[in-house]
């Protein structure tokens, strides 16, 4: 079975720029969230999606932004980009909200310059 | 709050020798605690959980955690160490709240094995 996949796994944008990062969970799989991970630093949360909804919001700026579509992926845009955003960014699929265990994909790789 | 200190941030060990990786945590509800392991350049992969039955859990790759809920601690041990074994190690607390399952992790723990 596939698990949680994530694209693109690498990317290089400049500061000020727009980017979109995509994210497909695990088949039958309704709910996604979104981390990020600086270098050196574990992962924070920023958001979970559950039927095209957001469930929850970590503390992160307004220029930080996701979306759910019906096939439950998920999408994640940043605007404005800063130097600050260069992190590797996870997505995590679970069954629901409730579910205590989530499975992480490979995550995308931003670099800003 | 939900909060996850790993103590040391860097451990070496020798092979074959025992690993012990420190975590304690912060929750205000029961909790929800994880083992990831992460090697360079890939996601999280999970290690073992805890969700309220044994308080000694057993994982993959031989590792295994205790919940201690008088110490609020849930240290990692393998007890012999492997070589495949090094990578970067994330303790995390899991807690239902009413927007959903938000993780809270530590700041990792890079494990090194000296041949």
């Known amino acids: 079975d596939a698990g949680v996949t994530q694209s693109p796994t690498h990317l290089i944008k400049t500061r000020g720029q727009h980017v979109t990062l995509r994210c497909s969970p695990i088949?039958?799989?309704?709910?996604v969230s979104w981390y990020q991970q600086v270098l050196g630093q574990g992962p924070q949360f920023i958001f979970q999606?559950?039927?095209?909804?957001?469930?929850g919001r970590g503390n992160f700026p307004d220029r930080f932004s996701a979306r759910q579509f019906p096939n439950y992926s998920s999408e994640l845009n940043v605007n404005a980009l800063l130097l600050g955003d260069s992190a590797l960014y996870l997505c995590?699929?679970?069954?629901?909200?409730?579910?205590?265990?989530?499975?992480f994909g490979q995550g995308t790789r931003l670099t800003v310059v | 709050a939900q909060s996850v200190t790993q103590l040391g941030s860097h451990v070496s060990v020798s092979e074959g020798a025992l690993v012990l990786l420190r975590c304690n945590y912060s929750?205000?509800?029961?909790?929800?605690l994880f083992w990831y392991v992460q090697y360079p350049n890939q996601g999280l992969q999970l290690l073992l959980k805890?969700?309220?039955?044994?308080?000694l859990v057993k994982g993959i790759n031989g590792f295994e955690a205790e919940f201690k809920k008088s110490e609020t601690s849930f240290h990692l041990t393998k007890p012999s160490a492997h070589m495949s074994d090094a990578a970067e190690y994330f303790c995390?607390?899991?807690?239902?709240?009413?927007?959903?399952?938000?993780?809270?992790f530590g700041t990792g723990t890079s494990l090194t094995v000296i041949p």
């Open positions: 929750s205000s509800v029961p909790p929800y």
């Open positions: 805890y969700t309220s039955a044994a308080t």
């Open positions: 995390a607390v899991s807690v239902l709240g009413n927007t959903g399952n938000q993780f809270y």
């Open positions: 995590a699929s679970s069954y629901w909200t409730g579910d205590t265990e989530a499975f």
């Open positions: 088949s039958g799989h309704k709910s």
């Open positions: 999606y559950y039927e095209k909804e957001e469930r």
